[in-house]
């Protein structure tokens, strides 16, 4: 898919550069906010992955309730928990990600892609950044 026909399926639109983030990424993504988090008590915002583009392994630690859901919107995409198969994310897939659980997710190698990412609250909620994908891991996708 071009960036051209991304952009007109990526409802949510881009963005600006997560540049807050960037440390924790492999390439660029982008993050557009869907919620003002001082009116919202979830976090809601669309994130974009340029093609190649992935988080680190991270984990969303809670002593109960939290994690992550993802909605994916756009383009094309990988999910994967740590010691399993990597799931293939399509526009209109939804992964629901417990706490505790150590993931990473991004575009595929040659796609742009995007998803919703929904923060759930969580009793003593925080996010542990971990280290990168490897290419050599990834590569194998």
């Not at 993050?31 to 392994?57: H, I, Q, Y």
């Not at 994916?72 to 706490?99: F, H, M, N, R």
């Not at 759930?120 to 909620?125: A, I, K, L, M, S």
């Amino acid at each position: 898919m071009s960036k051209e026909q991304f952009d007109k399926e990526n409802i949510f639109g881009v963005g600006n550069p997560n540049t807050a983030f960037a440390q924790y990424f492999v390439g660029n993504s982008y993050l557009n906010p869907l919620v003002d988090p001082a009116k919202s008590p979830m976090f809601l915002a669309n994130v974009t992955f340029e093609p190649g583009c992935r988080n680190n392994w991270h984990i969303h630690h809670a002593k109960s309730a939290g994690g992550q859901i993802l909605i994916c919107t756009a383009g094309s995409g990988w999910y994967q928990e740590e010691g399993k198969e990597a799931v293939d994310l399509k526009p209109g897939t939804v992964i629901v990600i417990p706490a505790n659980v150590k993931h990473w997710h991004g575009a595929k190698k040659d796609e742009w892609f995007s998803h919703i990412a929904i923060e759930v609250p969580g009793e003593d909620g925080s996010t542990e950044w971990c280290e990168p994908v490897s290419d050599e891991d990834y590569n194998k996708l």
